[in-house]
């Protein structure tokens, strides 16, 4: 029986890097006798401009409620009066709200989970260059960010009297419940990481959750660190430890080695994730896992690049990768061994194509060496395909 597969393509190169990533999914599904139901939801800002009501069809909450995987490219698109902004719908929501941030809250998709590493051969992007200070094997680590509350509850608004925004109020809600369920989430990640040999963070081999926080300042972080600990008691054999996030942001550039498994609230989460992008060759190699108990949606973190868009431009890999991370997700789930092999040819393929050097994306090699977004699509699904055959 087949699996039900959810894509949201979305905006702008959203739609590229998804045909890639289905092109790697096909290589590897094939030779294994995995079968998909592939079910395609237009969505996004465009979607919106050309229907003018909403941001996707009007059944696809159940759609998605009813797939067993759910990979998104990306949404957002400039609006056409010129604001300088995304297309906003009437309710002040940005066009593309529904897939990403709805999903998130309706199937109560509490951890988004970033996996921070850097691949041989690819060079991080600190100076704006393509240098490489770090060995590969000293950038691995996972963060993970709570995903339905914090500063992107729905509890703020503006005031706007005569007509012009006065006041703007955005409301950080932090709650035992979702702390719990996110914290718990990052132990048992590094508890796994660990029984399937991870060996720990790379400078010394310890399993290690460090809870980013505000904890001297926000009553919310202090209730997330007790949160935190109170947990943590349930793993003895895994260290707990504490980052204040602004001493976190210099820590992670500057020893990111001492890192295992890290975790903590949706707005920091959302930034230092992005700056942890840097350390593993940029936004390019970014893979975002949004998961839940029963559900799971898996993207590319580098948005729709709208000035991209149609140019066969872009870098693919995040998006290859996140097929790999849902892959490796569903296949523990259902307890399917061909789709763990599958998760781990697609891996293996990615990596010998960086350490070959090409075909590989401008922001990896630089514009005169670089190959098309299908190109390096092509390259590593036939990699990944030869390794399951």
């Given at each position: 029986m ?9 905006d702008?190169?959203?739609p590229?890097?998804m ?18 139901d592939?079910d395609?939801i ?5 979607y919106?401009?050309?229907h ?25 698109w400039p609006d ?6 995304p ?13 990403v ?6 199937l109560n998709?509490y951890?988004?989970?970033r ?11 600190i100076?704006?260059?393509h ?5 590969p ?7 993970i960010?709570?995903?339905?509350e914090g500063l992107?509850a729905?509890?703020?608004?503006k ?11 955005d ?7 979702a ?5 718990r ?20 081999g310890?399993l ?10 926000l ?7 007790d949160?935190f600990?109170?947990i ?11 980052a204040?996030?602004?001493a976190?942001?210099?820590?992670l550039?500057g ?13 920091f ?23 839940g ?7 590319p ?9 149609g ?5 693919p890999i ?5 097929v790999?991370?849902?892959?490796d997700?569903?296949g523990?789930?259902k ?6 092999r ?22 990896l ?12 699509g ?12």
């Amino acid at each position: 029986m087949p699996y039900k597969l959810v894509t949201l393509g979305g905006d702008g190169t959203g739609p590229e890097v998804m045909a890639e990533g289905l092109k790697v999914l096909d290589a590897v599904s094939k030779p294994l006798g995995i079968e998909w139901d592939i079910d395609d939801i237009p969505c996004g800002g465009q979607y919106y401009l050309e229907h003018g009501d909403l941001d996707w069809p009007a059944d696809s909450p159940e759609r998605c409620a009813a797939s067993d995987l759910i990979l998104l490219g990306a949404v957002g698109w400039p609006d056409p009066e010129g604001t300088g902004g995304p297309v906003l719908m009437r309710d002040g929501k940005m066009a593309g709200f529904s897939p990403v941030i709805g999903n998130r809250m309706r199937l109560n998709l509490y951890a988004n989970v970033r996996p921070i590493k850097l691949y041989p051969g690819v060079s991080h992007r600190i100076h704006g260059g393509h240098k490489q200070i770090w060995e590969p094997g000293k950038v691995d680590m996972v963060i993970i960010r709570e995903n339905t509350e914090g500063l992107y509850a729905p509890t703020g608004g503006k005031l706007s009297p005569g007509g012009v925004a006065d006041v703007a109020i955005d409301t950080r809600v932090i709650t035992r419940r979702a702390s719990e369920q996110v914290i718990r989430h990052a132990f048992e990640l590094c508890k796994r990481r660990g029984e399937q040999g991870h060996g720990g963070a790379p400078k010394d081999g310890k399993l290690r959750v460090t809870a980013i926080i505000k904890d001297n300042v926000l009553h919310g972080c202090q209730l997330f660190r007790d949160v935190f600990f109170e947990i943590g008691e349930e793993y003895p054999d895994i260290e707990k430890d504490t980052a204040i996030v602004d001493a976190f942001t210099q820590w992670l550039i500057g020893q990111p080695e001492y890192y295992d498994v890290c975790v903590t609230t949706n707005m920091f989460g959302d930034i230092v994730t992005d700056l942890a992008s840097t350390l593993q060759g940029g936004m390019g190699m970014a893979v975002g896992a949004n998961t839940g108990k029963d559900h799971a949606m898996f993207e590319p973190i580098h948005g729709s690049a709208p000035k991209h868009a149609g140019k066969d431009k872009v870098n693919p890999i995040a998006m290859i990768l996140s097929v790999k991370e849902g892959l490796d997700w569903l296949g523990a789930r259902k307890g399917d061994a061909a789709l763990t092999r599958a998760a781990a040819a697609i891996e293996a393929a990615v990596i010998e194509v960086l350490e070959a050097g090409k075909p590989l994306t401008y922001d990896l090699v630089g514009n005169e060496a670089a190959a098309k977004c299908s190109e390096v699509g092509t390259a590593i699904a036939t990699a990944a395909g030869r390794r399951v055959s």
